[in-house]
C-alpha cells in the first residue's frame, strides 16, 4: 500500500462521516470557529499592546539610554539626577547626552472644556532626539514661552486637533496652564496613554510647576559614528552609580515590552485568553469526534472483523480532525479579518494581521484538533466485534 492510499482512504471516509450529518458539521465548525476568532483577537490585542509600549522608544534618536533601576517602564519613570548624565561626556565615544522628561498630565478639550490625561515629553529643541520630521521642523517654535506639539495619532476625546488649529482656535490648558498648540505630529496612543504632547524642557517646567532640570527621566546619549556600543556601554556601566540603568537602543525596546508581558496583569490575560480559547475549542472539537465514533461503533466493530487494523481507524480519526481545523479556521480567519479593522478603528492602535500570526493561529488550531483527536481514540477500544454477536 502507498503511502496516498495509505491516508486517502480514512481520509475519504472521514469526509464522508462528517458531511452526513450537516447540523453536527456546523456545530463542530462553529466551535473551531471560535476558538480561532478568540486566538487571533487574543494574539492581535497582545500585539498591539507590544506596538504601542514600544511607540515612542522606537522613535527616540539615541545609541544608549539611562533609566533608574526602580522605573518599571517608560511611562512610569523614577527621577535621578541629570548631574549623572553629564558624567557620561567624559567618555571620549559620547558624543551627546540629552535628558528627557515625562510627565502624565490632564489636558482640557477645547471644544468641551472636558479634560483627559495624555503623556508629555520634555526635551530640549536643539538635541533631535525624536526621529519624528514633525518634531523636527517645528523646533524653532517649541523654543517659544508656552508652546507644544500635539499628537494627531491620540484618541479623538481630545478633540479634532487639526481642524481646530486650522481655525485659528490654538489655546487651551494642560495640568491647568495655558498653552498654545502650534503643529501636530504623529506618535500613536499606548495602554499606557490615551495621547501624547511635545514641548520643551523649559515649557515642561512650566507645565510641571514641581519638578526641575535637575532631576530626569531618561537619558539619550549619542555616540560618535562607528563607535561600538556594546563596548562604550560597559565602559559607562563601570562609571555609573549602580542605582542607574544603561541601555542600548534593542535592550530599550524589550524591556519596555517585557514590562508589558511580565509586570503588568494585562500581558497574563491576553495569554490567559489564547489558552482558555484553546480549551474551549478542544473540548467541542471532542465532543463532535466522541460522538461520531460512538454513533458509528458498530460500522467500526465490522470493519476491525473484515480485517481493518486499528491504525486505519486513528488515521480516519485525524483526518476528521484536519478538515474540522481547516474549514473552522478559514471563516474563522475571515471573521478575525473584520474584526481586526474594527478594533483598529476603535482603539486608534496597529493591529496588523501578519503571515507569521496567521500560521502560527492555524497551527495552534490544528494542534488543538489533533488532541481532540488523541482523547476521542479511546472511544475507538470499544468497537469490538465480539460484540457484534
Not at 480514512?10 to 458531511?19: C, E, F, N
Not at 483627559?116 to 523646533?139: A, C
Not at 479623538?156 to 502650534?182: C, H, Q, W
Request: hydrophobic share 50%; net charge positive.
Amino acid at each position: 500500500m502507498n503511502k496516498l492510499t495509505w491516508f486517502y482512504f480514512p481520509a475519504r471516509l472521514a469526509w464522508r462521516q462528517l458531511i452526513f450529518d450537516r447540523s453536527k458539521l456546523v456545530a463542530a465548525i462553529c466551535g473551531v470557529l471560535f476558538a480561532c476568532v478568540l486566538v487571533f483577537m487574543q494574539l492581535g490585542f497582545k500585539d498591539s499592546l507590544y506596538a504601542s509600549a514600544a511607540s515612542a522608544p522606537v522613535k527616540l534618536n539615541g545609541d544608549l539610554f539611562l533609566m533608574h533601576k526602580q522605573s518599571e517602564a517608560m511611562w512610569r519613570p523614577i527621577q535621578f539626577k541629570r548631574s549623572e548624565l553629564m558624567r557620561v561626556l567624559g567618555n571620549p565615544a559620547v558624543a551627546d547626552a540629552y535628558p528627557l522628561y515625562l510627565g502624565l498630565a490632564p489636558l482640557k478639550n477645547i471644544n468641551t472644556q472636558v479634560k483627559r490625561t495624555l503623556m508629555v515629553y520634555g526635551f530640549d529643541p536643539d538635541s533631535l532626539i525624536f526621529n519624528v520630521d514633525e518634531i523636527k521642523n517645528r523646533r524653532e517654535e517649541l523654543r517659544l514661552k508656552d508652546t507644544v506639539l500635539f499628537d494627531e495619532y491620540s484618541r479623538p476625546e481630545f478633540g479634532p486637533m487639526r481642524s481646530l488649529l486650522e481655525a485659528g482656535r490654538n489655546v487651551t490648558e494642560i495640568n491647568d496652564y495655558k498653552v498654545n498648540v502650534v503643529g501636530l505630529f504623529r506618535l500613536g496612543v499606548s495602554f499606557a496613554a490615551d495621547g501624547n504632547m511635545m514641548t520643551s524642557d523649559l515649557n515642561f517646567m512650566r507645565i510641571f510647576p514641581k519638578r526641575n532640570l535637575g532631576e530626569i527621566d531618561i537619558g539619550v546619549i549619542k555616540l560618535h559614528p562607528g563607535a561600538p556600543v556594546q563596548q562604550v556601554k560597559a565602559e559607562l556601566r563601570s562609571q555609573l552609580n549602580e542605582f542607574v540603568n544603561i541601555f542600548s537602543y534593542e535592550e530599550l525596546l524589550k524591556y519596555e515590552k517585557d514590562y508589558w508581558a511580565n509586570t503588568a496583569p494585562i500581558g497574563f490575560i491576553f495569554g490567559f485568553g489564547t489558552v482558555m480559547g484553546w480549551v474551549v475549542g478542544l473540548v467541542i472539537v471532542y465532543q463532535i469526534l466522541f460522538t461520531d465514533i460512538a454513533n458509528h461503533r458498530n460500522e467500526f466493530a465490522t470493519l476491525k472483523a473484515m480485517g481493518y487494523e486499528h491504525g486505519y481507524f486513528v488515521r480516519l480519526v485525524f483526518a476528521s480532525a484536519f478538515f474540522l481545523a481547516v474549514l473552522g479556521f478559514i471563516p474563522g480567519y475571515v471573521l478575525s479579518l473584520g474584526l481586526y479593522h474594527l478594533a483598529e478603528s476603535q482603539m486608534y492602535m496597529p493591529m496588523p494581521m501578519l503571515w507569521s500570526k496567521i500560521i502560527t493561529v492555524f497551527l495552534f488550531i490544528l494542534s488543538m484538533c489533533v488532541m481532540a483527536g488523541l482523547l476521542a481514540i479511546r472511544k475507538l477500544k470499544d468497537a469490538n466485534p465480539a460484540d457484534m454477536f
